[in-house]
């Protein structure tokens, strides 16, 4: 059976981690990176597909597949999807800031209405797994806006049934991004002693490698749960 892994945000701090480790464990035997633009990366099994997000729904994803198979070489791809004989897991860290998305609104439809537009789509292509990075403070009832959507993000994501959600809550995360963020430099600065002294696991920052290497293990493994919630700490576990 061919193994195929969905992923979505992969220019992110998370995603670009966890497409190397997907690329990395050899599990897979295709890859679909599903974004605005094509990352300047190239590998045998990865098939990165861009276009407008909002109109994931709507994308020809066959043709586009088609498209990049210039020798033929993702048929495989196509017919184990169209036939229903592939296994496949998606991967969603989409995600920003209210700063940067420039308006409540915006950061709404982008950390709530794009991954739920990427569950529904990766549902109907097969999918059984769906993993997802959300936020150590994730709770539909929160007072706090940020929180608020991730709480609701996952309550949505429950909907899909899939035969495994897996909600990935990590707390401050450490890594190279691309945009300067100053709150988090200094919650960084301040938070980077619990690191050294190995203690409250599940608060203290953790860096963007480790919870795309947790996603990839988790993904792999087998659960008796539908839903699972992985802590912070959980993943630094994972990921030793």
Avoid at 2 to 21: D, E, F, P
Avoid at 128 to 135: D, E, P, Q, R, T
């Amino acid at each position: 059976m061919i193994k195929i892994a969905l992923i979505s945000g992969t220019s992110g701090l998370v995603g670009m981690q966890l497409l190397h480790q997907l690329l990395k464990s050899n599990q897979y035997d295709f890859i679909l990176s599903i974004g605005r633009r094509k990352l300047a990366l190239k590998h045998d099994r990865l098939i990165q597909l861009e276009g407008d997000l909002f109109k994931l729904a709507s994308w020809d994803w066959e043709n586009k597949v088609s498209a990049e198979s210039l020798s033929g070489q993702y048929a495989p791809v196509l017919d184990s999807i169209k036939s229903k004989t592939a296994e496949i897991h998606a991967f969603s860290s989409l995600g920003t800031t209210i700063k940067v998305a420039g308006s409540k609104e915006k950061f709404y439809a982008i950390d709530h209405d794009l991954v739920i537009g990427f569950a529904a789509w990766a549902k109907r292509l097969g999918a059984s797994k769906f993993l997802y990075v959300s936020a150590m403070g994730a709770d539909s009832n929160s007072s706090i806006f940020y929180n608020k959507v991730k709480g609701e993000t996952e309550e949505d994501l429950k909907a899909f049934q899939f035969e495994y959600l897996g909600l990935f809550r990590p707390s401050l995360l450490l890594g190279n991004r691309h945009e300067f963020r100053f709150g988090e430099l200094v919650a960084s600065a301040l938070m980077k002693p619990l690191n050294w002294f190995k203690i409250a696991k599940n608060i203290r920052p953790i860096h963007d490698y480790q919870v795309a290497k947790a996603m990839a293990i988790t993904a792999l493994s087998d659960s008796s749960k539908s839903v699972e919630v992985i802590s912070s700490g959980q993943m630094q576990d994972l990921s030793k």
